[in-house]
């Protein structure tokens, strides 16, 4: 969700009663637990025109509630902004996904000469072609976003938001224009922006994922800074465009992942020509050459020992984590706990937080799952429950998710280490396997780089508490076993299951060697 998002509009006579009364009384009630003042402009306010805070503000609307969409775009340190919906929309899943797009379609083009598919040798892609395209279905979406709001009556505000009061936020547009307004209730969905390294140079001359999806110039020889899924699908689509790239990783890959799977997609990225500099930061970057790209001197230190290295690239992308978007608007003001750390917001099963009347949702939660889907969800049953008198809360257990690397990764419930922890090695099965999709047989690629597993809990009939898959459509693959993870699907009830012959998925119905027995798990034939 987009962060620095704010609330704005015009401010009602009731809050100007109220504001006169002084500000001895506004202290006495910092608590939040007094509405002041008594009568508001709005009976929610969602600070945040994302995912999370649209789902919620049109959920809202359903029920005739007056409700406002705060939502502001801090542009980046080099300047880059966008519409409305948020990240995943504008600088996260929609244009991260259309440009592995890009990525596959080149490595369709190679296979297809193998089934007969003839055209000139050379092949070129074009990077302004394509994030022209991207950028043109992007601003489709985000005039829908406006269009749904305003069809919805819900109000929308492009101002920077912040707490100045109990109940009362104050909205700052681009033109620095301030305007105060009241609500019963607010739900915070700022979501989070990239993290910059805090060294000499990086704000200067570096990129993050906000800037990348409409770089304006192809960006060259890239060096991506860090091992995160972003890092690592971003690393993943330039190369597969045709670019040189190189991941400069400090400890492992993809933290909170199976470490397995994240070793084996490392494995096949550098195999695909991806260079890796592992345990290593960078602690400068220089500007040789001004450009489109220019080109840029990176020095970087070891962890593990004093060694110095340099290195020259044209761009230079960040990508070493998100920080949550809560200390600049007003939280203090309102009595909202933040962990001091992180930012996050720690909020009870009901995404309230410690201050009765304002509610979170998204990636600013704290111990939550930081996922588009997660955020919907969790904003519509939150409005359900206020609005509605339904009862059911988000539930954070089993959700899915898929990392866009050029092998794609798909994975429900707990990684093998976190299972391991959690019931003990003696009382888990693990069954795994690799498999060849039959679309790689013909162009002879990639055999025995695909894999499955799923991790069971013996003490409970063999349940499926984890479920990992490495190769094409692991998205596709992973939401239908999400599902049946659901319902409490046994290993059992996997082997009752006829597959469908010949996709990749069936190879969870025929699941037979384990991990504790070291058998061979390469597969030959179909």
Not at 81 to 100: D, R
Not at 150 to 170: I, L
Not at 266 to 295: A, C, D, L, S, W
Not at 451 to 478: M, W
Request: charged share 20%; proline share 4%; hydrophobic share 35%.
């Amino acid at each position: 969700m987009g962060c620095g998002t704010c609330p704005c509009g015009h401010s009602g006579a009731g809050f100007w009663e109220a504001h006169k009364e002084g500000s001895l009384r506004k202290q006495r009630e910092m608590n939040g637990h007094t509405a002041v003042p008594h009568s508001y402009d709005y009976d929610l306010i969602v600070i945040g025109g994302g995912s999370g805070g649209l789902a919620a503000a049109k959920e809202a609307a359903k029920y005739e509630k007056k409700v406002m969409v705060l939502d502001f775009v801090t542009p980046t340190p080099l300047g880059t902004s966008w519409g409305l919906g948020g990240t995943c929309v504008n600088v996260g899943c929609i244009p991260k996904k259309l440009m592995h797009q890009a990525a596959l379609l080149g490595q369709a083009l190679q296979d297809s000469r193998k089934f007969g598919w003839q055209f000139p040798e050379e092949v070129k892609h074009n990077w302004m072609t394509m994030t022209e395209s991207v950028q043109n279905y992007i601003g489709s979406l985000n005039w829908g976003y406006r269009v749904a709001l305003r069809e919805k009556k819900v109000t929308y505000e492009n101002a920077y938001g912040e707490f100045v009061g109990p109940h009362t936020v104050k909205a700052t547009n681009k033109r620095g224009v301030e305007k105060l307004y009241t609500a019963e209730r607010f739900l915070i969905a700022t979501g989070e922006r990239p993290r910059y390294l805090g060294i000499p140079g990086d704000k200067e001359y570096c990129i993050s994922s906000d800037d990348l999806f409409s770089l304006p110039y192809c960006p060259g020889k890239t060096l991506v800074v860090g091992a995160s899924y972003v890092a690592l699908e971003c690393a993943g689509f330039l190369a597969g465009v045709g670019l040189d790239v190189t991941i400069m990783v400090r400890s492992i890959l993809l933290r909170g992942f199976d470490q397995d799977i994240a070793n084996k997609i490392g494995e096949y990225m550098e195999e695909h020509g991806i260079n890796f500099i592992r345990e290593f930061v960078p602690i400068k970057v220089e500007q040789i050459k001004e450009g489109t790209p220019g080109i840029l001197k990176v020095t970087s230190k070891s962890t593990k020992g004093n060694e110095i290295i340099e290195g020259e690239y044209n761009t230079v992308l960040l990508a070493i984590g998100r920080d949550a978007c809560t200390r600049k608007i007003g939280l203090d003001k309102v009595g909202v706990i933040i962990n001091e750390k992180t930012g996050k917001i720690p909020v009870n099963d009901k995404e309230q937080t410690n201050v009765p009347y304002i509610y979170a949702i998204g990636d600013i939660l704290q111990d939550k799952l930081e996922l588009t889907p997660v955020a919907i969800q969790a904003g519509r049953l939150l409005v359900r429950r206020l609005y509605a008198g339904a009862t059911t809360k988000c539930d954070y257990v089993n959700v899915p998710t898929t990392v866009f690397t050029p092998l794609e990764y798909g994975a429900c419930g707990y990684s093998e280490e976190a299972a391991v922890e959690k019931f003990g090695e003696e009382n888990i099965e693990v069954y795994h396997s690799h498999f060849w999709p039959l679309e790689w047989t013909v162009p002879s690629r990639d055999n025995n780089k695909c894999y499955a597993k799923i991790i069971c809990n013996i003490q409970d009939s063999e349940r499926v508490i984890g479920f990992h898959v490495l190769g094409p459509n692991a998205g596709e693959v992973t939401q239908g076993f999400a599902a049946a993870m659901k319902c409490g699907i046994t290993k059992e009830q996997l082997d009752s299951t006829i597959g469908i012959h010949p996709v990749c998925a069936e190879i969870f119905t025929t699941l037979t060697v384990t991990k504790r027995s070291g058998e061979n798990t390469l597969l030959s034939g179909c």
